[in-house]
């Protein structure tokens, strides 16, 4: 069974996530790109209402569809934060000063990946909330009702894209412990992209449909994924290997 100091777990999330509001870099990734979706994807659907004669009713598997986009994004911005968090703070020769408190390592290991996440999920959801005001301020005149929010989309944001964000932390975990560079542990991590990307070329071409079934799916398939990525990066994550072995 774990045992786990809260305290310890939250000082630990507070201290990354206001070390993080120092680097405007890392700030700028994870507020920018949700940002430009939100806003930009509305955008473009009032561009196509305004200025072309597609049917409204054709622009529906669209609009669903957008709604993939926050899942992406829930997997792409983390490993911009969890990459720096484990291999910037080896880099900066932060870490080990951390790894000789009596902390345990599930206790760092969780209150860095809460760091990792809070920010992340919450700007998604502000984003989220933006992008459904938008698109439904853009198409009620020709919809007649509101097109968001749906169930589709409440299982994507509420399910889906934590379970996303989750993965995308584990497995940044796995991929810093071999990592002494941050751009490098990034770009591995990012391969956690591809998955998504692929789903969306799917349900682009037809050949998933993004319904409430679907979404239930993905969330269990990423919820065993989590699980196993969390034995991997428990197992990886060892206070040992970091102050010895991370080369």
């Known amino acids: 069974m774990i045992k786990l ?17 120092k680097k405007k870099w890392i700030l700028y990734s994870a507020l920018i790109l949700p940002l430009v979706f939100s806003i930009g994807l509305p955008t473009i659907v009032w561009y196509i209402i305004n200025h072309k004669d597609t049917p409204i009713q054709a622009l529906f598997p669209v609009f669903t569809a957008f709604s993939l986009f926050f899942m992406v994004l829930s997997a792409i911005i983390p490993t911009v934060i969890a990459a720096y968090s484990f291999v910037g703070e ?30 992340v999920i919450i700007m998604i959801f502000l984003s989220a909330v933006i992008f459904m005001v938008l698109m439904d301020i ?35 975990v796995i991929v810093s412990s071999r990592m002494n560079d941050v751009r490098s ?10 998955p998504f990307l692929l789903l969306y070329i799917l349900t682009e071409f037809g050949v998933i449909t993004i319904d409430v079934n679907t979404m239930l799916l993905i969330a269990g398939i990423l ?25």
Request: glycine share 4%; with cysteine.
């Open 90 to 119: 080896k880099v900066e020769k932060t870490l080990e000063p951390l790894l000789a408190t009596p902390t345990t390592d599930d206790e760092i290991l969780l209150g860095k990946s809460l760091a990792a996440f809070l920010p």
């Open 223 to 247: 919820a065993l994924i989590d699980i196993g990525l969390f034995f991997a990066s428990r197992a990886t994550f060892q206070r040992e290997e970091i102050l010895t072995k991370w080369k």
């Open 185 to 194: 542990a990034q770009q591995l991590a990012g391969i956690v992209l591809v």
């Open 5 to 21: 100091n809260r305290k310890n777990v939250w000082t630990i999330t507070t201290k990354d996530i206001s070390l993080f509001l």
């Open 138 to 172: 853009f198409t009620f005149a020709k919809v007649g009702y509101l097109f968001f929010p749906n169930w589709s989309f409440v299982v994507i944001l509420l399910l889906d894209a934590p379970l996303a964000c989750i993965m995308s932390i584990e497995l940044s």
